[in-house]
């Protein structure tokens, strides 16, 4: 089974910056895109990020474009979001997710993409 272990994160003021990390296991193919989708309290699901298999693709929300920055190693099965300008509305339980399709993704419906780790929370004050 493949698990996706995601760290990092924590807690910054707005206009800060926090990065998170996402080790994949063995059993993840290099051919997945990797990304991440976040949960605010009381929101639905949010697509964040997402990079292709071979890292020439991304593709980031509205929200975050210009803020956020995503990239991977296919070698080391990891994916990282380098979060700047944070603000308040960032807070969120934060999920690393792989897919096949990187438009499963993007969706930001926990039904499409794969595979998902536990989530990790990102707290950004006033």
């Known amino acids: 089974q493949v698990r996706l272990e995601e760290s990092g994160g924590g807690s910054a003021p707005a206009g800060g910056s926090l990065s998170l990390s996402c080790a994949a296991s063995e059993g993840l193919l290099s051919a997945y895109a990797l990304g991440w989708i976040r949960q605010a309290p009381g929101k639905e699901l949010e697509f964040v990020a997402v990079v292709s298999w071979s890292g020439a693709t991304s593709y980031y929300s509205d929200s975050v474009k210009g803020r956020f920055t995503a990239s991977r190693d296919t070698a080391k099965r990891t994916v990282y979001l380098q979060m700047n300008s944070l603000k308040p509305e960032d807070t969120a339980v934060y999920y690393c997710?792989?897919?096949?399709?990187?438009?499963?993704?993007?969706?930001?419906?926990?039904?499409?993409?794969?595979?998902w780790g536990q989530g990790i929370q990102v707290t950004v004050s006033s």
């Open positions: 997710v792989a897919d096949l399709y990187i438009d499963d993704i993007r969706s930001g419906h926990r039904n499409r993409s794969d595979f």
